[in-house]
């Protein structure tokens, strides 16, 4: 087991109702990936900037253009941002206006995104941005065997099922097999994103598409069933951890 870094996040937003928007947006989708986050927002560009002159650094800036805040706008803030000299550091440009873009050819910004695409778009760029910093899976579970060592990142993980003596890990690429109880694995998992359906099997629940009855329909189709005593707390442990993002 392991994990990666932590990531920093800025939001900067004067639009409160937006700033909650982007922030919902960034925790489903870091939490679906299992990525540690710290996210801080801002509703005036100034606060972020007194915030990086008593040091505070952060990987990833979200900014809104035409900010409400004097001369401080989100160019200003990214002038100021780059002056830091934090080459791990990525700007993202959150606006209504993709004219304003041509103010920032100057500007190393990561990319420019529409308001009203923001639900569509960020997580793509938050996923580019995590294969570049290698975190974009966060932790992952580790099979040592014949020599050599599988690293299974828990986004990757659709299912764990048993199988005789062995657990079946069964991700996008196929299977993976560790001599191990499911009760053990889970103990090794921990994590709460993952659930027992039955006695047999384990599933991740930010892969769950859809329950209906016992039936539990994966994002890619597959079809499990949950036992009848292990449906409730199926349905409150899947409710808990997507509470704040359905």
């Known amino acids: 087991m392991g994990s990666e870094q932590m990531i920093n996040m800025a939001i900067v937003d004067d639009d409160s109702d937006f700033l909650e928007e982007l922030k919902e947006i960034s925790e489903k989708y870091f939490i679906s990936h299992f990525v540690e986050h710290k996210l801080s927002t801002f509703s005036k560009g100034c606060n972020l900037i007194y915030g990086l002159q008593e040091g505070k650094k952060f990987h990833i800036y979200l900014l809104d253009i035409e900010l409400s805040d004097g001369e401080i706008n989100g160019l200003k803030l990214a002038e100021f941002i780059q002056a830091q000299k934090n080459a791990n550091s990525y700007v993202i440009f959150i606006t209504n206006h993709l004219e304003f873009a041509l103010n920032g050819y100057e500007l190393d910004i990561f990319r420019y995104i529409l308001k009203e695409q923001a639900a569509e ?23 040592d065997k014949a020599g050599f060592r599988e ?6 993980i659709l299912y764990i099922y048993k199988e005789q ?15 191990n109880s499911l009760s053990r694995v889970m103990t090794e998992l921990n994590n709460d994103g993952f ?9 991740n629940i930010s892969r769950i598409q859809k329950i209906n009855g016992l039936e539990i329909i994966l994002d890619n189709g597959e079809q499990l069933y949950a036992s009848r005593t292990h449906i409730q707390d199926v349905k409150m442990l899947v409710s808990k951890f ?5």
């Open 121 to 143: 778009k960020l997580p793509q760029a938050l996923e580019e941005i995590g294969k570049r910093m290698n975190i974009q899976s966060g932790e992952f579970y580790t099979i």
């Open 242 to 246: 997507w509470r704040k993002y359905i």
């Open 195 to 203: 659930v027992y359906i039955n006695k047999g099997v384990i599933i």
């Open 165 to 179: 003596k062995n657990a079946v890990f069964v991700t996008g690429n196929g299977t993976s097999t560790i001599r």
């Open 151 to 156: 690293k299974l990142f828990y986004s990757d």
